[in-house]
Protein backbone atom coordinates (compact mmCIF):
# COMPACT_ATOMS: atom_id res chain seq x y z
CA UNK A 1 0.00 0.00 0.00
CA UNK A 2 1.42 3.10 -1.19
CA UNK A 3 1.82 5.91 1.94
CA UNK A 4 0.05 8.98 1.79
CA UNK A 5 1.71 12.22 1.22
CA UNK A 6 0.43 15.49 3.07
CA UNK A 7 1.91 18.85 1.41
CA UNK A 8 1.77 21.77 3.61
CA UNK A 9 2.01 25.10 1.22
CA UNK A 10 1.46 28.58 3.26
CA UNK A 11 0.17 31.23 0.42
CA UNK A 12 -0.62 34.68 0.59
CA UNK A 13 -1.69 37.02 -1.73
CA UNK A 14 0.60 39.08 -4.23
CA UNK A 15 1.35 39.50 -8.00
CA UNK A 16 2.57 35.72 -8.74
CA UNK A 17 0.50 33.56 -6.60
CA UNK A 18 -1.63 32.51 -9.40
CA UNK A 19 0.99 31.10 -11.19
CA UNK A 20 2.79 29.92 -8.37
CA UNK A 21 -0.29 27.71 -7.31
CA UNK A 22 -1.13 26.22 -10.30
CA UNK A 23 2.59 25.15 -11.16
CA UNK A 24 2.79 23.97 -7.74
CA UNK A 25 -0.88 22.12 -8.03
CA UNK A 26 0.30 20.86 -11.47
CA UNK A 27 2.97 19.08 -10.66
CA UNK A 28 0.84 17.63 -7.47
CA UNK A 29 -1.46 16.15 -9.53
CA UNK A 30 1.21 14.00 -11.43
CA UNK A 31 2.24 12.57 -7.95
CA UNK A 32 0.97 9.11 -7.63
CA UNK A 33 -2.22 9.14 -4.74
CA UNK A 34 -2.71 8.86 -2.23
CA UNK A 35 -1.75 12.81 -2.07
CA UNK A 36 -3.00 15.44 0.72
CA UNK A 37 -2.57 19.05 -0.17
CA UNK A 38 -3.24 21.49 3.03
CA UNK A 39 -3.29 25.09 1.27
CA UNK A 40 -2.97 27.52 4.24
CA UNK A 41 -4.10 31.16 4.09
CA UNK A 42 -3.92 33.86 6.51
CA UNK A 43 -6.90 35.45 7.90
CA UNK A 44 -9.35 34.19 4.99
CA UNK A 45 -10.34 31.99 2.61
CA UNK A 46 -9.52 33.99 -1.19
CA UNK A 47 -12.45 32.97 -3.12
CA UNK A 48 -9.45 32.65 -6.30
CA UNK A 49 -7.28 30.01 -4.21
CA UNK A 50 -10.59 27.98 -3.48
CA UNK A 51 -11.48 28.11 -6.84
CA UNK A 52 -7.92 27.17 -8.07
CA UNK A 53 -8.11 24.17 -5.92
CA UNK A 54 -11.64 23.22 -6.83
CA UNK A 55 -10.05 22.86 -10.34
CA UNK A 56 -7.19 21.09 -9.81
CA UNK A 57 -7.92 17.68 -9.49
CA UNK A 58 -5.46 17.26 -6.18
CA UNK A 59 -7.18 16.16 -2.79
CA UNK A 60 -6.97 18.99 -1.00
CA UNK A 61 -7.82 20.87 1.86
CA UNK A 62 -8.54 24.75 2.50
CA UNK A 63 -7.37 26.05 6.11
CA UNK A 64 -7.37 29.09 7.09
CA UNK A 65 -5.12 30.48 9.82
CA UNK A 66 -6.07 33.57 12.56
CA UNK A 67 -3.86 36.18 12.79
CA UNK A 68 -2.46 36.40 16.22
CA UNK A 69 -1.95 39.87 17.13
CA UNK A 70 0.90 39.48 18.95
CA UNK A 71 2.57 38.68 15.50
CA UNK A 72 2.02 41.65 13.77
CA UNK A 73 5.63 43.02 13.65
CA UNK A 74 7.45 39.87 13.65
CA UNK A 75 8.29 38.27 10.04
CA UNK A 76 6.37 35.60 9.45
CA UNK A 77 6.84 33.78 6.84
CA UNK A 78 4.28 31.57 6.57
CA UNK A 79 5.14 30.30 10.26
CA UNK A 80 2.00 30.36 11.90
CA UNK A 81 -0.20 28.92 8.48
CA UNK A 82 2.68 25.79 8.97
CA UNK A 83 1.63 25.45 12.30
CA UNK A 84 -2.48 25.46 11.95
CA UNK A 85 -1.56 22.54 9.39
CA UNK A 86 0.67 20.94 11.79
CA UNK A 87 -2.61 21.20 13.90
CA UNK A 88 -4.90 19.98 11.56
CA UNK A 89 -2.94 16.74 10.74
CA UNK A 90 -2.58 16.55 14.12
CA UNK A 91 -6.40 17.04 15.58
CA UNK A 92 -7.38 14.58 12.63
CA UNK A 93 -4.80 12.16 13.24
CA UNK A 94 -3.61 12.18 9.41
CA UNK A 95 -1.54 9.19 8.68
CA UNK A 96 1.35 10.22 6.00
CA UNK A 97 4.38 11.69 5.06
CA UNK A 98 4.15 15.24 6.17
CA UNK A 99 5.91 17.81 3.30
CA UNK A 100 6.38 21.42 3.58
CA UNK A 101 6.10 22.82 0.20
CA UNK A 102 6.38 26.79 -0.42
CA UNK A 103 4.36 27.43 -3.32
CA UNK A 104 7.56 30.23 -5.35
CA UNK A 105 9.50 26.83 -5.16
CA UNK A 106 10.21 24.77 -8.12
CA UNK A 107 9.89 20.81 -7.56
CA UNK A 108 10.70 17.80 -9.36
CA UNK A 109 7.63 15.08 -9.84
CA UNK A 110 10.65 12.62 -8.95
CA UNK A 111 10.92 14.45 -5.19
CA UNK A 112 7.75 13.27 -4.11
CA UNK A 113 8.51 9.91 -4.72
CA UNK A 114 11.57 9.89 -3.35
CA UNK A 115 10.68 10.54 0.30
CA UNK A 116 7.43 8.18 -0.02
CA UNK A 117 9.88 5.78 1.23
CA UNK A 118 10.91 7.10 4.63
CA UNK A 119 10.27 6.19 8.06
CA UNK A 120 10.86 8.89 10.16
CA UNK A 121 13.23 11.44 8.81
CA UNK A 122 14.13 12.16 4.93
CA UNK A 123 16.85 14.90 4.07
CA UNK A 124 18.01 15.94 1.04
CA UNK A 125 19.77 19.05 -0.73
CA UNK A 126 18.10 21.36 -1.77
CA UNK A 127 19.96 24.72 -4.73
CA UNK A 128 18.75 28.06 -3.52
CA UNK A 129 19.02 30.51 -6.80
CA UNK A 130 18.96 33.71 -5.55
CA UNK A 131 19.21 35.96 -8.78
CA UNK A 132 20.93 38.63 -7.00
CA UNK A 133 23.89 36.86 -5.64
CA UNK A 134 24.22 35.43 -9.54
CA UNK A 135 25.06 31.80 -8.44
CA UNK A 136 23.42 28.70 -6.86
CA UNK A 137 24.10 27.49 -3.34
CA UNK A 138 23.50 23.86 -2.09
CA UNK A 139 22.23 23.08 1.48
CA UNK A 140 21.16 19.78 3.10
CA UNK A 141 22.94 16.73 3.99
CA UNK A 142 26.10 14.51 2.36
CA UNK A 143 25.40 10.96 2.50
CA UNK A 144 26.60 7.68 2.06
CA UNK A 145 23.73 5.59 1.02
CA UNK A 146 21.24 6.79 3.32
CA UNK A 147 23.20 7.99 5.91
CA UNK A 148 23.98 11.66 6.68
CA UNK A 149 27.33 11.94 7.05
CA UNK A 150 27.62 15.99 6.92
CA UNK A 151 26.06 18.55 5.59
CA UNK A 152 26.41 21.26 2.75
CA UNK A 153 26.89 24.42 4.43
CA UNK A 154 27.35 27.85 2.94
CA UNK A 155 27.41 31.75 4.08
CA UNK A 156 24.24 31.81 6.25
CA UNK A 157 25.59 28.51 7.87
CA UNK A 158 28.72 30.04 9.44
CA UNK A 159 26.06 30.91 12.49
CA UNK A 160 25.91 27.65 14.40
CA UNK A 161 22.83 25.88 13.32
CA UNK A 162 22.82 22.15 13.93
CA UNK A 163 20.99 20.92 10.83
CA UNK A 164 21.47 22.96 7.42
CA UNK A 165 18.55 22.06 6.10
CA UNK A 166 15.92 24.10 3.91
CA UNK A 167 12.25 24.46 4.82
CA UNK A 168 11.81 22.41 1.26
CA UNK A 169 14.52 19.96 2.53
CA UNK A 170 12.83 17.46 4.51
CA UNK A 171 10.01 15.06 5.25
CA UNK A 172 8.77 13.47 8.42
CA UNK A 173 6.52 10.83 9.49
CA UNK A 174 3.32 12.30 10.68
CA UNK A 175 3.08 10.29 13.60
CA UNK A 176 5.71 11.39 15.31
CA UNK A 177 3.01 14.60 16.02
CA UNK A 178 0.93 12.50 18.03
CA UNK A 179 3.01 9.92 19.10
CA UNK A 180 6.24 10.80 21.21
CA UNK A 181 6.58 7.73 22.90
CA UNK A 182 6.94 5.81 19.43
CA UNK A 183 9.16 7.70 18.17
CA UNK A 184 11.54 8.65 21.63
CA UNK A 185 10.99 12.27 20.62
CA UNK A 186 13.20 14.63 22.53
CA UNK A 187 10.29 15.67 24.07
CA UNK A 188 6.62 15.20 24.33
CA UNK A 189 5.76 19.05 23.93
CA UNK A 190 3.62 19.59 20.55
CA UNK A 191 6.06 20.59 17.37
CA UNK A 192 5.85 23.64 16.06
CA UNK A 193 7.59 26.19 13.99
CA UNK A 194 8.08 29.07 16.21
CA UNK A 195 8.19 33.23 15.41
CA UNK A 196 10.84 33.51 17.76
CA UNK A 197 14.30 32.45 16.22
CA UNK A 198 16.34 34.57 14.06
CA UNK A 199 16.58 34.38 10.58
CA UNK A 200 18.28 31.30 9.07
CA UNK A 201 17.67 29.08 12.14
CA UNK A 202 13.76 28.54 11.37
CA UNK A 203 14.26 24.82 10.05
CA UNK A 204 16.74 23.95 12.85
CA UNK A 205 14.45 24.87 15.33
CA UNK A 206 12.18 22.59 13.68
CA UNK A 207 13.66 19.75 12.92
CA UNK A 208 15.44 19.71 16.57
CA UNK A 209 11.78 18.93 17.88
CA UNK A 210 11.63 16.04 15.45
CA UNK A 211 14.90 14.09 15.65
CA UNK A 212 17.94 13.69 18.15
CA UNK A 213 20.72 13.70 15.63
CA UNK A 214 21.98 12.35 12.31
CA UNK A 215 21.16 8.80 13.15
CA UNK A 216 17.38 9.38 12.98
CA UNK A 217 18.06 10.99 9.35
CA UNK A 218 17.27 9.04 5.93
CA UNK A 219 19.53 10.45 3.10
CA UNK A 220 17.28 10.72 -0.29
CA UNK A 221 17.65 9.58 -3.01
CA UNK A 222 20.28 6.96 -2.41
CA UNK A 223 23.76 8.98 -1.33
CA UNK A 224 21.67 12.06 -1.74
CA UNK A 225 23.07 12.17 -5.35
CA UNK A 226 20.69 14.27 -6.79
CA UNK A 227 18.98 17.88 -6.71
CA UNK A 228 14.88 17.24 -6.98
CA UNK A 229 14.17 20.63 -5.73
CA UNK A 230 15.19 24.20 -5.64
CA UNK A 231 14.34 27.04 -3.56
CA UNK A 232 14.28 30.09 -5.52
CA UNK A 233 14.16 34.00 -4.61
CA UNK A 234 12.13 35.57 -6.88
CA UNK A 235 10.73 38.80 -5.86
CA UNK A 236 7.53 40.05 -6.94
CA UNK A 237 7.11 43.16 -4.77
CA UNK A 238 7.45 46.00 -7.37
CA UNK A 239 6.92 44.25 -10.25
CA UNK A 240 5.74 46.30 -12.70
CA UNK A 241 3.73 44.95 -15.41
CA UNK A 242 3.54 46.23 -19.31
CA UNK A 243 1.13 48.64 -19.52
CA UNK A 244 -2.44 46.57 -20.19
CA UNK A 245 -1.18 43.99 -18.77
CA UNK A 246 -2.00 44.77 -15.63
CA UNK A 247 -4.54 41.81 -13.73
CA UNK A 248 -7.32 43.23 -11.51
CA UNK A 249 -6.72 39.32 -9.24
CA UNK A 250 -3.77 38.04 -8.91
CA UNK A 251 -5.39 34.81 -9.59
CA UNK A 252 -6.54 36.03 -13.40
CA UNK A 253 -2.98 34.88 -14.98
CA UNK A 254 -4.16 31.55 -15.85
N1 LIG B 1 4.19 33.27 2.94
C1 LIG B 1 2.94 33.60 3.42
N2 LIG B 1 2.77 34.82 4.00
C2 LIG B 1 3.77 35.73 4.11
C3 LIG B 1 5.05 35.39 3.60
C4 LIG B 1 5.22 34.14 3.04
O1 LIG B 1 2.01 32.81 3.32
O2 LIG B 1 3.55 36.83 4.63
C5 LIG B 1 4.38 31.96 2.29
C6 LIG B 1 4.80 32.04 0.83
O3 LIG B 1 3.66 32.02 -0.01
C7 LIG B 1 5.64 30.79 0.67
C8 LIG B 1 6.26 30.62 2.05
O4 LIG B 1 5.43 31.32 2.96
O5 LIG B 1 4.84 29.67 0.38
C9 LIG B 1 7.68 31.15 2.14
O6 LIG B 1 7.70 32.51 1.78
P1 LIG B 1 8.92 33.17 1.01
O7 LIG B 1 9.18 32.41 -0.23
O8 LIG B 1 8.66 34.62 0.89
O9 LIG B 1 10.08 32.93 2.05
P2 LIG B 1 11.61 32.67 1.71
O10 LIG B 1 11.62 31.68 0.59
O11 LIG B 1 12.16 33.99 1.31
O12 LIG B 1 12.14 32.13 3.00
Same mark, same amino acid.
Given at each position: ?????????????????????????????????????????? @????? @???????????????????????????????????????????????????? %???? $? #???????? @????????????????????? #?????????? #?????????? #???????????????????????????????????????????????????? %?? @???????????????????????????????????????????? $???
Amino acid at each position: ERKQLIVITPTYNRAMQGYFLNRLGQVLRLVQPPLLWIVVEM @EAASL @ETAEMLRKTGVMYRHVVCARNSSAEDVKDRGVHQRNAALEHIERHRLDGIVY %FADD $D #NVYSLELF @ESFRGISRFGTWPVAMLAPSK #NKAILEGPVC #NGTNVIGWHT #NEKSRRLRRFHVDMSGFAFNSTILWDPKRWRRPSSAPIRQLDTVKEGFQETT %FI @EQVVEDESQMEGVPLGCSRILNWHLHLDARGLIYPKGWLLQKNL $DAV
